[in-house]
């Protein structure tokens, strides 16, 4: 089992910056991947961004340029810093872990974290 804590979100104008932090726990030696979804409210689940052990990186089309992944793996954490934040950003971000195929490919969600743009 995995236990993911986020920090991090609350309101900012358009323009701004936000950093989420994510700290995994429990069997993190089976992590491959780690990132951040967001929902927006009437909307779908979307991948912000992913990145794997090995550092192999993918941002949505919408956040390339604006938004960066980071991950400690010795910390188990994974940050995203959020630059020139639009309205349309504004969502329940959750953290976001995968563990090895070897170990089923489990997957494991924190409890989200609230970001709003707004003026």
């Known amino acids: 089992q995995v236990q993911l804590v986020e920090s991090g979100g609350g309101l900012v104008q358009p323009g701004g910056s936000l950093r989420l932090s994510c700290t995994a726990s429990?069997?993190?030696?089976?992590?491959?991947?780690m990132g951040w979804y967001r929902q927006a409210p009437g909307k779908q689940r979307e991948l912000v961004a992913i990145i794997t052990h090995l550092s192999k990186i993918n941002y949505a089309d919408s956040v390339k340029g604006r938004f960066t992944i980071s991950r400690d793996n010795v910390k188990s954490t994974v940050d995203l810093q959020m630059n020139s934040l639009k309205p349309e950003d504004t969502a329940v971000y959750s953290c976001?872990?995968?563990?090895?195929?070897?170990?089923?490919?489990?997957?494991?969600w924190g409890q989200g974290t609230q970001v709003t743009v707004s003026t």
């Open positions: 976001y872990a995968r563990t090895y195929p070897g170990y089923g490919s489990k997957e494991y």
């Open positions: 429990g069997s993190v030696f089976d992590i491959d991947a």
